[in-house]
């Protein structure tokens, strides 16, 4: 194991599982038919079933199932045929119903697994012990009123999906990949949106730590954890923390906390300190939700393909290296840019474009891949120009930062500026007549048996031909002249 | 079984019931009564008897995704016993 | 009079234009002006002016000869369905003032069909009773009165006001819920009609939650026919109700008057408890005879974990009532006891809203669910519920229906069997059996006491088989002629 802590006592090791709460892709809500839309004015998306209005009733949304059998099967996981819906009850301001809808003793996916890569290159497998569908709270706002909580519930009710690791864990860094290739199964599969910063993807994190060899020791989770590096930083934190209660002689308490991350440590959360009851027990308002073996596998015949499937074909559709694919999958939305570039093109060339002077340029200008300046079929068609011989690769960065600029085809920049390359051998041989005439003394040189001048000449040249001319004609025609 | 008030005061936290002492006392024998009574379903066998779920005559039906509900602010805020323009409000919550 | 009448004969009366709908709900309102005071069971009375208005619209489709099943009929509905506009109490302070945006998917069928709703009945806090005696808005008074004998008795419950409103004359016909009894024990008590239909038949949404997997809507009407007519205006698929059935409703008021010669009656040995009373006894067996007269074959069935219906009813029925409950703390809807805190509104407005009852159920509830617990109780309970359901199947592959009293006892004195629960629950022994099964029944008066108090029997079905049970309750009310009328009628004295 890599990461330990080195305590007074001796290494520990921390043992980590993680529950993400992803809130589903869908138009509305798992139970009633609001919107789920994102942002909208207070309470504006609620029904009288989300604010749990005498007489009320859940009828569930098709779609949520899909996607939350989807998701199971994008996890390599078990798709459960029957599942239930039990009531989870407790109080709290945010939950109108006194319970929430959740899936406990029958989850609609089973055990499944991520493969994670760490930055040594190394990949490990995490083990997913269930995927179920339950529905989201509202929000409580606390900064409007000195004595007062506000209450909004238009996320109240909206579908999320619950995924709960194995407590496999064992570094901060696993926890981050394994957020970040869950965040990009979840993108591909259009389940979830996987989007931190609004909510809609949210961890809590079990920690707990132990000497080698030990079974596992007490653990706290920390609760609505909101990015993947606060998730690491609390880990570490948290782990650190109670290594420290364990040194001193005393007992970590089995309780939830949250991770403050202006202060960078976890503290116990006030508001769930009761001992929990939740007196789960089958949603009398909805039967046992059965689905069939037919219908799942047609979700799995059309899934898209995942990024792990999608990495390795690019190597060998494409040829290029491991690394590289790796970071075109990483997004779907760069991965199909790519596609569209290396289809029936040189794949080699396509990466270095995309990784390179692509990549370059959305930083510079606050772009992302979607709404990029420049489009896939036009920086295909640039390296089709390059192909074909029309423009050199110099002359091609220059067409490119003027796509970028323009947003203009390349054939219209190179028409535009007259960039086509020069290979006529008579123009070439004219530039290269003219540089050794100016350069009579450096001839010279050459000729007695300084080699590396070569270089010099093909510069003169090519800023004589104003970069245009075709690089290779130059130096054979260059070679010749200066030999003979 | 017997209920204690111990057992008593917590059921009545978490149902969030506020009992004094001496209601809690008539609460308990009341409950103890009644679950006296009800012990008599420990004499019923049922090795092997799942548990009704539901009354397992229909399955259940799944609505298409469409937004068809919400936007009707005016009416699931009208009954309520305090608000503050488009909010429920409550008592400060400490998280 | 016009507030004697059936549904089926007033119907026949506003389409004769022998009256008119808003001659037939004035006399009504007149009747409840009367004797509203003295029953208690009404809690909301609807305005004259939108009552008229209702009734004027229905003449109006008279008139123009498209007038619809139920139009022009004065009704009650028991204050736990969600009206719109109109105050819905579940006879709870916790919802004294509430006044739902939103009409229950029942009521609106009701109002499609013409109904004119006359007002909110009476009902026990939550329809959590058995004899209308935990309304926070007061007992219902049972119309009937022993004979030489003044002392008030209980109309049954929980829809104890729906049943004395019809027995009285104010009301034709009434809307009851049904969780372990509701429906059937007060119509029992009160000398009516009360059906309950297979759970999924009536949607349940907009109905304030009781327990949910028992709650059931129904009529309560003063004739068979009555209530196949109503059940067909408040019966079909409702697609915001998951547990709704989108069974095709009959035509159930075609049910009754049918031949039930050559239907098998089943007796069920359980139900001849120990300590049961000879008249109620007495009227079992005469009514089997009818039966057998009617042609029916009369056969000896068993049905061997009756006996353990109601503890596993009042397991079952608390732990999903201790959590449908859990929606009236005091936030958006209802009453708030305020408090410093977010837990202190909670527990003061829970304890102070609900009633004793209401209080110690719930507390009941979340007791059998609570960590540790769940699985002695709630878990077990739902087994044996298992086993209840199974002795019906079994008993239906034997019989048609079968036939049973629907209480252990006549209407009972206000102040009597109140300080034991489990006395009290006994009320229930009968009609809890079909109620865990979801299999329909309904309740048919048949006789008088020898106190001279109504007796009803109990008719239970198969699944979505409510005809039969209207068929065989049709024969039994046919042969049973009752006629009687309670002491406090709209009619009697004016």
């Known amino acids: 194991m890599s990461y330990v802590i080195e305590g007074k006592t001796g290494s520990w090791e921390i043992v980590v599982g993680l529950e993400v709460h992803a809130q589903v892709v869908s138009k509305s809500k798992l139970f009633s038919g609001a919107s789920t839309t994102f942002g909208a004015e207070p309470n504006s998306q609620v029904s009288l079933i989300d604010a749990a209005f005498p007489g009320m009733l859940p009828v569930i949304n098709k779609e949520c199932v899909v996607q939350a059998v989807r998701t199971g099967l994008g996890l390599n996981a078990r798709i459960n045929l029957e599942s239930r819906f039990d009531r989870k009850n407790y109080f709290y301001a ?79 860094e696993e926890a981050g990949a394994y957020l970040r290739k869950l965040r990009q199964i979840l993108r591909y599969l259009g389940t979830c949106d996987g989007n931190m910063e609004e909510g809609s993807m949210r961890a809590d994190v079990n920690v707990s730590v132990r000497k080698a060899g030990e079974p596992f020791r007490t653990r706290c989770e920390i609760k609505n954890v909101n990015s993947i590096r606060f998730v690491m930083q609390a880990i570490e934190v948290e782990a650190a923390r109670q290594v420290e209660i364990w040194e001193n002689g005393g007992e970590v308490d089995q309780e939830t906390r949250l991770f403050d991350a202006a202060r960078g440590e976890t503290r116990t959360m006030r508001s769930k300190e009761d001992a929990h009851d939740y007196r789960y027990f089958p949603d009398p308002d909805l039967l046992p939700l059965v689905i069939e073996q037919g219908w799942v596998d047609a979700l799995k015949a059309a899934l898209p393909e995942l990024p792990d499937a999608k990495r390795t074909r690019f190597q060998s559709d494409y040829g290029i290296p491991f690394y590289d694919a790796g970071v075109l999958v990483a997004e779907q939305s760069v991965a199909d840019f790519y596609e569209t570039i290396a289809k029936g093109r040189d794949g080699k060339l396509a990466v270095s474009w995309v990784t390179g002077d692509l990549f370059a340029a959305l930083n510079r200008t606050g772009k992302t891949i979607e709404t990029s300046p420049v489009s896939a079929e036009a920086l295909g068609k640039m390296l089709d120009l390059i192909a074909d011989g029309t423009i050199n690769g110099k002359i091609a960065k220059e067409v490119f930062e003027d796509m970028v600029e323009t947003g203009e085809g390349p054939d219209a920049i190179v028409e535009k500026k007259g960039l086509r390359q020069v290979t006529d051998t008579g123009v070439i041989d004219a530039a290269i007549d003219a540089v050794m005439a100016k350069n009579a003394d450096k001839v010279t040189e050459y000729r007695s048996g300084k080699d590396k001048l070569f270089g010099f000449f093909v510069g003169q040249v090519m800023k004589e031909t104003k970069g245009k001319a075709n690089p290779a004609l130059v130096n054979d025609a260059l070679k010749a002249k200066l030999d003979g | 079984m017997s209920l204690d008030l111990a057992t008593t005061r917590r059921i009545a936290k978490l149902a969030r019931i506020g009992l004094e002492d001496a209601e809690l006392e008539t609460v308990r024998q009341k409950l103890d009564g009644i679950l006296g009574w009800v012990d008599q379903l420990s004499e019923v066998d049922v090795e092997g008897v799942p548990p009704m779920v539901g009354t397992e005559t229909e399955a259940l039906r799944q609505r298409d995704d469409a937004v068809t509900d919400g936007n009707c602010r005016d009416a699931i805020l009208s009954c309520a016993p305090e608000k503050s323009g488009p909010f429920y409000t409550v008592p400060k919550v400490v998280e | 009079m016009l507030t004697g009448l059936t549904l089926t004969e007033a119907r026949a009366g506003l389409a004769a234009r022998k009256f008119s709908a808003r001659e037939l709900a004035q006399a009504h309102l007149d009747a409840i002006g009367r004797l509203n005071t003295q029953l208690n069971a009404y809690i909301t009375v609807i305005s004259e002016q939108d009552v008229l208005a209702a009734a004027d619209a229905a003449d109006a489709r008279y008139a123009s000869g498209d007038a619809r099943l139920m139009d022009g009929l004065p009704v009650g509905v028991k204050d736990l369905f969600c009206t719109k506009g109109v105050k819905t109490t579940a006879a709870s302070k916790i919802l004294a003032n509430f006044v739902p945006p939103y009409e229950s998917s029942v009521t609106a069928r009701l109002l499609e069909a013409g109904s004119v709703f006359l007002g909110k009945t009476n009902l026990d806090e939550f329809a959590m009773g058995s004899a209308n005696i935990t309304s926070a808005f007061g007992s219902v008074l049972n119309p009937w009165k022993r004979q030489g004998d003044d002392s008030a008795l209980v109309p049954g419950g929980s829809s104890g006001g729906s049943a004395a409103a019809v027995a009285a004359g104010l009301a034709l016909a009434a809307t009851g819920t049904d969780t372990g009894g509701s429906i059937r024990q007060p119509a029992a008590f009160c000398g009516i009609v009360g059906l309950k239909p297979t759970y999924g038949r009536c949607s349940r949404w907009g109905t304030i939650a009781f327990a949910s997997s028992l709650d059931q809507a129904g009529p309560m009407t003063r004739s068979v026919a009555d209530a196949g007519l109503m059940l067909e205006a408040m019966a079909g698929f409702d697609e915001k109700d998951s547990t709704s059935s989108n069974r095709p409703v009959p035509e159930f008021s075609k049910a009754v008057g049918k031949s039930v010669k050559g239907l098998r009656v089943g007796i069920p040995a359980e139900y001849r408890a120990p300590g049961m009373p000879e008249e109620i006894a007495k009227m079992w067996e005469q009514g089997i005879a009818w039966l057998r007269e009617a042609g029916c074959e009369v056969v000896d069935v068993s049905l061997p974990h009756t006996k353990y219906g109601l503890a596993t009813y009042y397991i079952i029925a608390p732990a999903e009532c201790s959590s449908n409950l859990a929606r009236y703390d005091g936030i958006r809807f209802g009453e708030r006891k305020d408090a410093a805190t977010l837990d202190g509104i909670y527990e003061r407005t829970r304890a102070e809203g609900f009633g004793q009852e209401v209080r110690n159920r719930i507390l009941m509830g979340t007791y059998v669910l609570s960590a540790g617990y769940y699985d002695a109780y709630y878990l077990k309970a739902q087994k044996v519920r298992t086993l209840i359901k199974r002795d019906f199947v079994q008993a239906f592959e034997q019989v048609d229906v079968l036939l049973t009293p629907t209480a252990p006892s006549a209407a009972f004195a206000q102040g009597e069997n109140m300080d034991d629960p489990v006395q009290m629950y006994l009320n229930d022994i009968f009609t809890v059996p079909a109620s865990m099964a979801g299999v329909p029944a309904m309740s048919v008066p048949v006789g008088l006491d020898s106190r001279g108090l109504p007796l009803g029997l109990q008719i239970i079905g198969r699944h979505f088989d409510e005809e039969t049970v209207l068929s065989v309750g049709g024969a039994l009310e046919a042969a049973a002629g009752f006629a009687h009328k309670p002491a406090l009628h709209a009619e009697a004295g004016v």
């Open chain 1, 94 to 172: 945010d939950l109108p119903q006194g319970y929430q809808i959740s899936q406990f003793a029958h989850p609609i996916v089973g055990e499944g697994t991520i493969e994670i890569e760490l930055s040594s290159g190394e990949t490990r497998k995490i083990g997913i012990t269930r995927l179920h569908m339950e529905q989201d709270a509202g929000k409580l706002i606390h900064d409007q009123d000195p004595t007062k909580s506000m209450v909004d519930l238009n996320r109240a009710g909206v579908a999320l999906m619950e995924i709960v690791s194995e407590p496999d864990i064992r570094e901060p």
